[in-house]
């Protein structure tokens, strides 16, 4: 089965730190854009970034601009996720997905990606 598997995720303060993992399942991830996205209580799914298969950011979430980071270890099929400067606004469960090979593509919303895991939970208190 292909899929992700995130982790990393827990109870934060704000301006704290975190570091998301999500390891592939399945499937080798260096051929693929990868993306992390994130969904808080009542709102939609939403992007935060996205890495080529080269290590290149190819998109950027305007809420978490300068303070999360991507990265991919392709040798260890696992895409990670810095979070600094945590606001309780980050609070939401997040996930990874790849993109799909063609058809439609919003990486601010996550329509195109695929093999979605079932997310790690990131709370940040006041």
């Known amino acids: 089965q292909v899929q992700f598997v995130e982790s990393g995720g827990g109870l934060v303060q704000s301006g704290g730190s975190l570091r998301l993992s999500c390891a592939a399942s399945?499937?080798?991830?260096?051929?693929?854009?990868i993306g992390w996205f994130r969904r808080a209580p009542g709102k939609e799914r939403e992007g935060i970034l996205c890495i080529s298969s080269s290590g290149t950011v190819t998109y950027v979430g305007d809420s978490v601009k300068g303070r999360f980071t991507i990265s991919r270890d392709n040798a260890k099929n696992t895409v990670y996720l810095q979070m600094n400067s945590l606001k309780p606004e980050d609070t939401a469960v997040y996930y990874c997905a790849k993109k799909r090979r063609g058809g439609a593509l919003n990486s601010r919303t996550g329509l195109g990606y695929d093999a979605w895991g079932q997310g790690t939970q990131v709370t940040v208190s006041s």
């Open positions: 399945g499937f080798t991830l260096d051929d693929s854009v």
